[in-house]
């Protein structure tokens, strides 16, 4: 929850006031876990933030909400973070076999770089806490599909990440324009290079654009030497880390919101989703969750070899269709209405509790209708049953 | 096309939604089509009958019946919408209404224990699924449309079906205000029998029947309403298009209609509507001061209405009558196209 800033503690101050309205819900403090019909675990893949959360999971099972698909640096942060090297290879190995542990070796020998910096998405390390999970809330299609690959068996609810309310700001504009934003950490993994290299080129056929960067640069991320290499000091404005208020205003100002990632860890963005309610085009990395968005909301971006030819193509394309893409923005928005998400939170929480004596029930009144009218356990007209409780996922 | 319509059976009951179904199947044949009606019975208690009622429905092979494929069907109230067909259009009369809006109302089912709540979210999931799954997805007012949307997230055409074929005709307009409608608390008529109380001289004929009827009855007589009140029962259809026929207005306010095809008959007999603003269904056709009125559902105001019809005949006739230029729009031609583009 704030004061933290990560995507995830937005996320929850925004969902939490909506759940309340719906059910009791106690908040967990960190070494204070509060007695409830059920635990409900936001888990993302930050150890600062997180590994209080997994070690309460370990002690208490219950649903997770999993923000990230990759936990990589977060099991890296619980183990070898804690002088705990035989943890994190038990953590590869339980990922990727004989060859994830002698691997995890090779990092902590320092024989090859850190993986969770440079390989994360092949080694998500997200075993532990599926493991944990009595059912699990995902954001996307993507990482559903990616659970059922590393084969967790539970209940799995697709709830749309909620949309924020529209505030009621004056817009912050900078000079100029077409005006480009981009919100977030700026680092390479959110294609801030190829950002700049792609506005450059957009900037030469609109010399009065903007690039507006919002976020703190990664440390060791020379942000400012990237402008002035490509002579764009005049064009490029970099604001550092703003509270919400500032970031709404920001972004009410700009006319298309950049929010490129890859790799992806499977998470959502908060960015993409505040663009949505502000009616601003999109142009997204073509992965994971941003994938999933509509064509008519979003451009998007391969992060391959034509990613900057493609990135300028985004760009000029979203600029010429701003009000269209922005209206199907804000209708798509209304889609992830905050009360409709709790609800959708309150019947994976419900469907937890009292799910499994309904399963049991259904499956006894079929099997002993079965049974009376000679249908085996293992025949092919079992199966069929079997075949149609599972399309109605009863 | 062969086409199948599927609807539900509450054995020895019968209202909209099976008339309907039987009116589509009927009018499909009549345009060239080869359908039939599909049915089962429904049973939603106790505990998750109402899954495995659903069930049945999705075991139901119509993909082909005796060797001969079927081109199309039809799903229409909850649980018939659950059958399974790759070419499946659902026009959607109702959805199981205890598992959404109705819950923890005096109409709901689920109670607060953990099973029930589950319960509850399992039809929710079910109906994501089955109604998800349509080629088409059909609602037959607006307020089913949102509330499929408001549930589910879900999109529907509204596709509003035609009023039964009764005689309609308008010969008078009298001094009575009429009711039609199944004798049970939601359809609310104790607040018609409120506002006559409150008016004085007000006269009503109150058609239709249900379990409801004695309680009414004697609401009736507590207020004084002899002889101003006459409860006309179930009857033909001759003589419920004699009522349309000669009324001054109709009084139709549901709480929350998924549909309602009373205006819609009243306006074939160039009658005006009195509803109210929380009736759901009817408020897509009836207009205030346009096709009838509509009020807050409170006696007074619907006293001081249906007043104002029976001291303004022309009025009521020109409300009738734009009525009648919008019922008239609505034809099975119009249906049947729209379900099967």
């Known amino acids: 929850m704030p004061p933290e800033r990560s995507g995830i503690a937005d996320y929850s101050a925004l969902l939490l006031p909506a759940l309340r309205e719906l059910v009791d819900v106690e908040v967990a403090r960190k070494g204070r876990p509060p007695r409830a019909d059920v635990?409900?675990?936001?888990?993302?893949?930050?150890?600062?933030?997180?590994?209080?959360?997994?070690?309460?999971?370990?002690?208490?099972?219950?649903?997770?909400?999993?923000?990230?698909?990759?936990?990589?640096h977060l099991v890296a942060g619980m183990t070898l973070g804690r002088k705990d090297g035989p943890g994190y290879l038990a953590a590869m190995e339980r990922d990727s076999g004989v060859a994830g542990r002698l691997l995890g070796l090779g990092v902590i020998?320092?024989?090859?770089?850190?993986?969770?910096?440079?390989?994360?998405?092949?080694?998500?390390?997200?075993?532990?806490?599926?493991?944990?999970?009595?059912?699990?809330?995902?954001?996307?299609?993507?990482?559903?599909?990616?659970?059922?690959?590393?084969?967790?068996?539970?209940?799995?609810?697709?709830?749309?990440?909620?949309?924020?309310?529209?505030?009621?700001?004056?817009?912050?504009?900078?000079?100029?324009?077409?005006?480009?934003?981009?919100?977030?950490?700026?680092?390479?993994?959110?294609?801030?290079?190829?950002?700049?290299?792609?506005?450059?080129?957009?900037?030469?056929?609109?010399?009065?654009?903007?690039?507006?960067?919002?976020?703190?640069?990664?440390?060791?991320f020379d942000l400012a030497w990237r402008i002035g290499h490509e002579g764009l000091q005049e064009a490029v404005v970099q604001v550092d880390y703003v509270d919400e208020e500032r970031l709404w205003a920001l972004m009410a100002g700009v006319d298309v919101v950049a929010s490129l990632r890859a790799p992806t860890m499977g998470e959502t963005s908060g960015t993409a989703i505040r663009a949505l309610t502000l009616g601003k085009p999109l142009v997204v990395s073509d992965v994971g969750w941003f994938s999933e968005l509509p064509d008519d909301v979003a451009r998007k971006v391969k992060p391959d070899e034509r990613e900057v030819d493609a990135l300028v193509d985004a760009l000029e394309a979203s600029t010429a269709a701003a009000a269209e893409m922005g209206a199907a923005g804000r209708a798509l928005a209304e889609r992830h209405d905050l009360r409709r998400v709790a609800d959708l939170y309150v019947?994976?929480?419900?469907?937890?509790?009292?799910?499994?004596?309904?399963?049991?029930?259904?499956?006894?009144?079929?099997?002993?209708?079965?049974?009376?009218?000679?249908?085996?356990?293992?025949?092919?007209?079992a199966a069929a049953l079997g075949r149609a409780m599972d399309e109605i996922e009863l | 096309m062969r086409i199948l319509v599927c609807s539900p059976q509450v054995p020895f009951a019968r209202g909209g939604a099976e008339i309907l179904a039987e009116r589509l199947?009927?009018?499909?044949?009549?345009?060239?089509?080869?359908?039939?009606?599909?049915?089962?019975?429904?049973?939603?208690?106790?505990?998750?009958?109402?899954?495995?009622?659903?069930?049945?429905?999705?075991?139901?092979?119509?993909?082909?019946?005796?060797?001969?494929?079927?081109?199309?069907?039809?799903?229409?109230?909850?649980?018939?919408?659950?059958?399974?067909?790759?070419?499946?259009?659902?026009?959607?009369?109702?959805?199981?209404?205890?598992?959404?809006?109705?819950d923890r109302t005096e109409l709901g089912q689920f109670s607060e224990s953990d099973e029930d709540r589950a319960l509850r979210r399992a039809v929710q999931r079910l109906d994501r699924v089955a109604l998800g799954e349509a080629r088409k997805l059909g609602a037959i007012s607006q307020n089913v449309a949102d509330r499929v949307k408001r549930n589910l997230g879900l999109d529907a055409e509204v596709i509003l079906p035609p009023p039964q074929q009764l005689a309609f005709r308008c010969d008078s307009y009298d001094d009575f205000v009429l009711s039609v409608n199944r004798l049970d608390r939601a359809k609310r008529i104790d607040l018609l029998l409120e506002a006559a109380a409150a008016d004085g001289s007000m006269r009503l004929v109150i058609a239709g029947?249900?379990?409801?009827?004695?309680?009414?009855?004697?609401?009736?007589?507590?207020?004084?309403?002899?002889?101003?009140?006459?409860?006309?029962?179930?009857?033909s259809e001759g003589e419920l298009a004699d009522l349309y026929a000669t009324c001054r207005g109709v009084y139709y306010a549901p709480v929350d209609e998924d549909y309602g095809m009373v205006p819609y008959e009243a306006f074939m007999a160039r009658k005006p509507v009195v509803t109210t603003r929380d009736a759901g269904g009817p408020l897509d056709i009836v207009h205030d001061r346009e096709t009838g009125l509509v009020i807050e559902p409170r006696a007074e105001e619907l006293a001081r209405a249906c007043r104002f019809l029976l001291d303004h005949e022309e009025e009521a006739r020109a409300w009738g009558n734009a009525g009648r230029a919008i019922a008239e729009q609505v034809t099975w031609e119009r249906v049947i196209a729209q379900l099967l583009s």
């Open chain 1, 347 to 381: 019947a994976a929480l419900e469907e937890t509790v009292g799910g499994e004596a309904v399963r049991d029930e259904v499956l006894r009144e079929v099997s002993e209708v079965a049974a009376e009218v000679g249908i085996a356990p293992a025949s092919a007209e």
């Open chain 2, 25 to 102: 199947t009927h009018e499909l044949n009549e345009q060239g089509h080869e359908a039939d009606l599909v049915t089962m019975p429904f049973k939603w208690y106790p505990g998750a009958k109402v899954l495995t009622h659903a069930l049945m429905w999705r075991m139901a092979d119509l993909t082909e019946v005796d060797g001969r494929r079927v081109d199309l069907v039809i799903g229409t109230k909850f649980p018939s919408y659950a059958v399974k067909h790759p070419n499946k259009v659902v026009w959607l009369v109702h959805q199981f209404r205890q598992a959404y809006e109705l």
């Open chain 1, 39 to 72: 635990g409900l675990y936001h888990v993302g893949n930050n150890p600062e933030s997180h590994a209080w959360i997994v070690e309460q999971l370990r002690r208490e099972p219950g649903v997770v909400v999993l923000h990230d698909f990759v936990l990589h």
């Open chain 2, 209 to 235: 029947d249900g379990p409801d009827r004695e309680r009414l009855e004697e609401v009736a007589r507590r207020n004084g309403l002899d002889g101003r009140a006459v409860f006309a029962g179930r009857v």
């Open chain 1, 109 to 220: 020998d320092g024989c090859i770089p850190p993986l969770w910096e440079v390989r994360p998405e092949d080694f998500p390390l997200c075993g532990e806490v599926l493991d944990l999970a009595t059912g699990l809330i995902v954001h996307s299609r993507f990482v559903a599909e990616r659970v059922r690959e590393r084969g967790y068996g539970g209940s799995v609810w697709h709830v749309p990440h909620p949309a924020w309310p529209a505030p009621d700001i004056a817009a912050e504009r900078l000079d100029g324009g077409p005006v480009i934003g981009a919100f977030g950490n700026l680092n390479p993994s959110k294609r801030v290079p190829q950002l700049l290299d792609a506005f450059e080129r957009f900037h030469d056929s609109h010399p009065d654009a903007r690039l507006l960067l919002v976020g703190a640069a990664a440390p060791g």
